[in-house]
């Protein structure tokens, strides 16, 4: 998402560094409290600061909450034996069980949202080319730049098999049987339309230099500013102490 | 080291961000229908067959990675490793020639579905307490109020949606296989392992 930030200016690679730290804390820290603090100290401020926290806050919140919502009735009203804090008919919510799923919310909620972050604040390309001047090699590169420029016309082209199919008498509602009779023609013209222009894709980057082993030259810039690698060595120092600290928690007794 | 070479021709690398837009665009089709199938790996088997285990096992590592980098399906990050290991297996039962009869991809598919469930039961217990926030949840609810443990219900969850979903991904590839013009498999390295 184009915003002009103090975030969206950062070189591609610090932003995965602290995606990549955010992630490895909020699965190390123990307890159930430490990744919400986690989010409302670091992550909410980081994306104040990329000026994304609105779309951060409704994405993470949409794919989140089935979660929750699953984790809260299952572990907690269904956890074998523990505690019980209150009944709902022949149900209890266990003490337990609550503890368990207040812990996993908050580790659902670090998982989401620091992807989300990263997604809304790094563009693709630019992450791509700092990668490869970092010795990525290119045809990796070249793979993911492309995988996600053409995601979109390929979820297009599914829509427009699901209608052609559908005026042509497919029928794609009613009972399970009658959805899963749909499946194969809808699955296989998509895949073998998209398998039709590999082969021309595979000729039109040969003719552009796709196997050259020499140094390829970029047209774009990455900015960075001079105390970023420093910033990155400090934030993968504290994700080391994190991970101290959660050795030290599991053994200090 | 020369075979893994010549597995990534430039038709393979080509080939993957393909791979991975059909799993994810066939992924929303299968969500749009409401049956309890994903079918969204059929893009990480065909590169497997056609390409050899290593060029599979990446197209299923990137397929959740770039899901979760995009912010398209960021739940599907975590299972990275799962969807490699399902590109890695599909490009061995192929070798083994186990993609040239429709019974055999089935199998091939069944196997690879329960070891898929086996490797996502300790992520998902680990990083989503266990459910998937989906409808299968019913299965891990069933089994946590018999008094199982969080590992083996959502192990359980798995079983009973994985080898079904991996069996009819096969055989859908297995069908796009025999559908594609011989002259159009011949340029794909593992082509012999496909052919009858």
């Known amino acids: ?253 | 080291m020369s075979r893994l070479r010549q597995d990534f021709t430039t038709l393979t690398w080509v080939m993957i961000p393909v791979a991975i837009a059909i799993n994810i665009a066939l992924g929303q089709v299968i969500y749009t229908l409401k049956i309890p199938l994903y079918l969204d790996s059929i893009g990480t088997i065909l590169v497997g067959v056609l390409a050899g285990p290593w060029a599979g096992a990446l197209t299923g590592l990137l397929s959740n990675l770039i899901w979760g980098m995009t912010g398209l399906n960021v739940a599907y990050a975590p299972f990275a490793a799962v969807g490699a290991v399902i590109g890695l297996l599909a490009g061995l039962f192929s070798e083994a020639g186990w993609v040239r009869a429709w019974w055999k991809a089935i199998v091939a598919g069944l196997i690879t579905g329960l070891i898929a469930a086996v490797i996502s039961a300790p992520i998902s217990a680990y990083v989503f307490g266990g459910v998937t926030g989906a409808g299968t949840d019913v299965v891990t609810a069933f089994f946590r109020s018999i008094g199982f443990g969080i590992l083996p219900s959502s192990f359980a969850q798995g079983v009973s949606s994985d080898p079904l979903d991996k069996a009819i991904s096969f055989l859908v590839v297995w069908l796009i296989v025999q559908a594609l013009p011989m002259r159009f498999l011949a340029r794909f390295p593992r082509a012999e392992s496909v052919q009858k």
């Open chain 1, 1 to 253: 998402m184009p915003r002009s930030s103090g975030v969206h200016r950062l070189h591609p690679l610090t932003k995965l560094t602290i995606t990549a730290s955010l992630l490895v804390a909020g699965l190390v820290l123990p307890g159930a409290w430490g990744t919400y603090a986690l989010f409302g100290l670091v992550l909410l401020p980081l994306a104040l600061w990329g000026k994304v926290w609105q779309e951060m806050l409704r994405l993470s919140w949409r794919v989140a909450l089935p979660f929750a919502i699953s984790v809260f009735l299952i572990q907690g009203f269904l956890w074998p034996g523990g505690t019980p804090l209150f009944f709902l008919g022949p149900f209890s919510l266990k003490s337990e069980g609550l503890q368990f799923a207040l812990a996993s919310t908050g580790r659902i909620l670090i998982v989401v949202s620091s992807f989300i972050w990263f997604a809304l604040t790094t563009r693709p390309d630019t992450l791509m080319t700092a990668l490869v001047q970092r010795g990525l090699p290119a045809s990796l590169a070249y793979t993911i730049v492309a995988t996600i420029q053409i995601v979109p016309r390929f979820q297009a082209r599914a829509a427009t098999i699901i209608d052609a199919q559908r005026s042509r008498g497919l029928e794609t509602e009613g009972n399970m049987l009658r959805r899963a009779h749909a499946v194969v023609p809808l699955v296989v013209p998509l895949i073998l339309s998209s398998l039709v222009d590999v082969e021309e894709r595979a000729l039109a980057i040969e003719a552009r230099a796709f196997n050259h082993p020499g140094l390829k030259t970029s047209l774009a810039e990455i900015a960075e500013a001079r105390w970023e690698p420093a910033l990155r060595w400090a934030v993968l120092m504290a994700i080391l102490g994190v991970l101290a600290f959660r050795l030290w928690f599991e053994f200090r007794f």
